[in-house]
């Protein structure tokens, strides 16, 4: 299964979550090596879904096959990538392989220096590939929006010019066994709670151990019964409630 990689090898956040144009969204901006336009790479093997040229040229690529996610999630990832000046060079269901040139940085829809605006969603893609999220009328954001970082692997070949503070996961540290470690680790969560309980329950059945025990204690003490008329007196006693124990005289 592949990784899904960060789209640029220069690394410059250059626009964060929830700031500005992106209220609302998981977007970040791309700025790439310089102020020049640089490319971004295809993150998986992909094929392209949609192109809206008539706003920023938002272009939808959509994985081939379930990716693994920088989280550990295995799924389709979907990314929206916004501002190339000019798409002219895609088409629906034009193909790439990971690693390939997919897109390039620009200003195309009022944007401020050359850059690319990015989203990822999770699973594959449906409808329009986004909706109104309402912080203003125009704003729409991915489907199934995820935050990128959450999304996207980095390995050492990437410059990290700006990382834009989040916590980016490099493909060394993937263990191949740390989902594994992660799934028995829950186990043994669930285990001690179950524990917890078990005891909880040990400790209320012995305070009405305890609880019973001296009431017993406390009980007047029977009657002698005459060693004559023992054998003879035979008790029907009612458990349940209202009704009292009836005494059977045997004559
Ligand atoms: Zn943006």
Not at 166 to 169: A, E, F
């Given at each position: 299964m592949q990784k899904a990689m960060y789209l640029s090898r220069y690394m410059k956040i250059t626009g964060g979550y929830d700031?500005?144009?992106?209220?609302?969204?998981?977007?970040?901006d791309e700025g790439g090596s310089d102020t020049g336009i640089d490319f971004m790479i295809a993150p998986f093997d992909c094929v392209v879904k949609r192109i809206w040229e008539d706003d920023a040229n938002e272009v939808w690529f959509e994985s081939k096959e379930k990716v693994k996610y920088a989280d550990g999630t295995e799924d389709y990832m979907v990314i929206m990538l916004v501002h190339d000046n000019?798409?002219?060079?895609?088409?629906?269901?034009?193909?790439?392989k990971q690693g390939d040139k997919i897109y390039d940085e620009g200003t195309k829809g009022n944007a401020d220096g050359n850059h690319v605006h990015i989203e990822c969603g999770v699973g594959q893609f449906y409808g329009d590939g986004w909706y109104h999220n309402w912080y203003t009328p125009s704003s729409m954001t991915i489907n199934n929006a995820k935050r990128i970082e959450e999304c996207l692997w980095i390995d050492d070949s990437y410059v990290i010019i700006n990382d834009g503070g989040?916590?980016?996961?490099n493909v060394k540290d993937d263990h191949?066994?740390?989902?594994?470690?992660?799934?028995?680790?829950?186990?043994?969560?669930?285990?001690?709670?179950?524990k917890k309980g078990l005891e909880e329950e040990y400790e209320e059945s012995k305070k009405e151990y305890e609880a019973l025990k001296e009431e017993l204690a406390n009980m007047e003490p029977l009657p002698e019964v005459p060693l004559e008329d023992r054998g003879k007196i035979k008790f029907r006693i009612f458990l349940n409630e209202g009704e009292s124990s009836e005494e059977e005289k045997l004559s």
């Open positions: 700031i500005e144009s992106h209220q609302r969204t998981f977007a970040l000019d798409v002219s060079d895609l088409w629906i269901g034009k193909e790439f989040l916590n980016w996961r191949q066994y740390d989902e594994l470690i992660q799934q028995l680790q829950q186990r043994v969560n669930e285990l001690k709670e179950i």
